[in-house]
């Protein structure tokens, strides 16, 4: 459903973005070193399903990723997302465990 595409590293906002119709579903962050601490998860109502959150954080997870850089997630809803998808535990830092 989501393409790679579509979705743009706000570096000057420090978010990551995607729009859906005229909707903005984003995740708020914030780099130090070669971490990147994902602070706040915010998707519309009009677009807030638990299928499009879960492609939305893969996607997001996969652009992290590529850039090899470690995550931080300090939003509850991002950290759920991570103790529930075993294949991104590997992407947090060492000692770090939620």
Same mark, same amino acid.
Request: glycine share 2%; proline share 4%.
């Given at each position: 459903?989501?393409?790679?595409?579509?979705?743009?590293?706000?570096? &000057?906002? /420090?978010?990551?973005?995607?729009?859906?119709? *005229?909707?903005?579903?984003?995740?708020?962050?914030?780099?130090?070193?070669?971490?990147? &601490?994902?602070?706040?998860?915010?998707?519309? *109502?009009?677009?807030?399903?638990?299928?499009?959150?879960?492609? &939305?954080?893969?996607?997001?997870?996969?652009?992290?990723?590529?850039? $090899?850089?470690?995550? #931080?997630?300090?939003?509850?809803?991002?950290?759920? &997302?991570? /103790?529930? $998808? /075993?294949?991104?535990?590997?992407?947090?830092?060492?000692? #770090?465990?939620?």
């Amino acid at each position: 459903m989501i393409d790679a595409a579509e979705l743009v590293d706000n570096d &000057f906002l /420090r978010q990551f973005e995607l729009k859906i119709d *005229d909707h903005l579903a984003k995740i708020e962050y914030s780099l130090q070193e070669r971490k990147i &601490f994902l602070t706040k998860l915010i998707i519309p *109502d009009e677009i807030n399903d638990e299928n499009f959150c879960k492609e &939305f954080l893969a996607a997001v997870f996969e652009q992290i990723g590529d850039r $090899n850089l470690s995550i #931080v997630p300090t939003s509850p809803e991002i950290a759920k &997302f991570v /103790r529930s $998808n /075993r294949k991104y535990k590997r992407m947090l830092p060492v000692g #770090v465990r939620i």
